[in-house]
């Protein structure tokens, strides 16, 4: 199975601070990662796919970069909506794996 | 407007069974894979299985084989998982997901609202 590690697992910003979140995979898995953001008590949403592709609707100041093991999400000028639990998940081979989360709360 | 809406979660004992159910809305059902993933009470996500359009391929977590049976109806939109053998580790939120494209390289979008399985006994 194919590991997922984040990084950091929590962190504490501001509003309009940019936040960088970090997924790495046990395996190279092209760029079949995606991201998701979940508030509490809430299902995930999508945010990116296909490493760096922006969900149709979801705010451009979003963005994902990354190939082989090494993922990165952006937050560029964070809202107060977007204090949430972030998780990075591969789906280059089953069973499909999730990273443990990345909670991002207010400072 | 694509809407997945989860039934059938409550408290069952230990070594019970629980059947799921999952009815999708606003798309073409039997065009999508679609996916099961749960999130036990303050933990992160787990996949728990999938299934293509008509059902020949299925897979599921090691946790879970043997044990839960995902499977499709596409004439009345909706999707299934049958829960036997149940433990108390199982207890967790239950969503169902579509998958947009074939399994490798897709993504789950959207999920529906979740369903709570409480093993106790």
């Known amino acids: 199975d194919i590991q997922m590690t984040q990084s950091p697992s929590s962190l504490s910003a501001s509003v309009g601070d940019r936040v960088t979140i970090t997924c790495r995979t046990s395996?190279?898995?092209?760029?079949?990662v995606n991201w998701y953001q979940q508030k509490p008590g809430k299902a995930p949403n999508l945010l990116i796919y296909?490493?760096?592709s922006l969900r149709s609707g979801v705010p451009s100041r979003f963005s994902g970069t990354g190939s082989g093991t090494d993922f990165t999400l952006t937050i560029n000028s964070l809202q107060p909506e977007d204090f949430a639990v972030y998780y990075c998940?591969?789906?280059?081979?089953?069973?499909?794996?999730f990273g443990p989360g990345t909670k991002v709360d207010i400072k | 407007q694509v809407h997945l809406v989860e039934s059938g979660g409550g408290l069952v004992e230990p070594g019970g069974s629980l059947r799921l159910s999952c009815a999708a809305s606003?798309?073409?059902?039997?065009?999508?894979?679609m996916s099961w993933i749960r999130q036990a009470p303050g933990k992160g996500l787990e996949w728990l299985s999938y299934?293509?359009?008509?059902?020949?391929?299925?897979y599921y977590a090691d946790s879970v084989k043997g044990r839960f049976t995902i499977s499709r109806d596409n004439a009345k939109n909706s999707l299934y998982l049958q829960m036997n053998s149940l433990r108390v580790e199982d207890t967790a939120i239950y969503y169902c997901?579509?998958?947009?494209?074939?399994?490798?390289?897709?993504?789950?979008?959207?999920w529906g609202q979740g369903t709570l399985v409480t093993v106790s006994s």
């Open positions: 395996q190279r898995v092209s760029t079949y």
């Open positions: 997901a579509r998958l947009p494209t074939s399994s490798i390289g897709s993504w789950f979008d959207p």
């Open positions: 299934i293509d359009t008509s059902s020949p391929s299925i």
């Open positions: 998940q591969q789906s280059y081979s089953i069973p499909f794996t």
């Open positions: 606003g798309f073409i059902f039997k065009d999508y894979y």
């Open positions: 296909a490493s760096s």
